[in-house]
């Protein structure tokens, strides 16, 4: 429906561009092209300023996980955190109500800047590698 639309609205345009002449159809599409850049330029504006509000962190919560929790974010360079299943004892850890809880977070506080794991039980390790600019490697 709507590329029906935009279909019917470039047909309409260009039919009255070709009544007015070609002078007049040039100082036309001057005015148009002026509105159609002034919105691509707000549009530009708000998915910079949208996109930066979604850049939080990374958080688990109220999760029950049968291995490790490995949260990476602001990689510029090389990561490897090693085999992405967890050991067969790990697993069975995590089936039993005895598992052990886990609660960490990064510095910044749990602001919902940073990375967090609140209120969930691990059988792995909870791992959380923020801004790296060089090589990290975990079980190699």
Known sequence: MVAFAGGVLVAGLGAFLVVEGLDKAD??????GLFVGLAGLGLAVAGTVGGR??????SVTDSTIGGGVAQVRGVRSNVRIGPGTAPPAAAAAAASPSAPSASASSPSGGDGDGQSVTRSSTAGPVRQVDDVGGDVELDR
């Open 27 to 32: 100082k036309w599409a001057s005015v148009f």
């Open 53 to 58: 509000r979604h850049a939080g962190g990374q």
